[in-house]
């Protein structure tokens, strides 16, 4: 069984930033799409941004231009650069690695934007 872990988050004030790391296997980081999802208070678990072997990106539409993915290979680790951050993006995160049959989570980081 994989073990994703994530890392980074913490309370932050607003306009500032933020990066999470999460660190998987490496044949997991290296063949499976990692990506990040998060759940807000009283909101589903929602997908912010993935990113694919060939370093493929998709972002939701709600933070496009915001956040940024990547993947460190050498590292075994993906990234998710949060910038200009607002309450709004208070919520939890968590990372995911997935292939066309097999679905990895890691145990979430609290991402709190308050001053």
């Known amino acids: 069984q994989a073990q994703l872990v994530e890392s980074g988050g913490g309370l932050v004030q607003p306009g500032k930033s933020l990066r999470l790391s999460c660190a998987a296997p490496?044949?997991?980081?290296?063949?499976?799409?990692m990506g990040w999802y998060r759940q807000a208070p009283g909101k589903q678990r929602e997908l912010v941004a993935s990113?694919?072997?060939?370093?493929?990106?998709n972002y939701a539409d709600s933070v496009e231009g915001r956040f940024t993915l990547s993947r460190d290979n050498a590292k075994n680790t993906v990234y998710l650069q949060m910038n200009t951050l607002t309450p709004e993006y208070t919520a939890v995160y968590y990372c995911n690695a997935a292939s066309s049959r097999t679905t990895y989570w890691g145990q979430g980081t609290q991402v709190t934007v308050s001053s």
């Open positions: 490496r044949i997991i980081c290296s063949n499976y799409v």
């Open positions: 990113i694919t072997t060939s370093s493929t990106t």
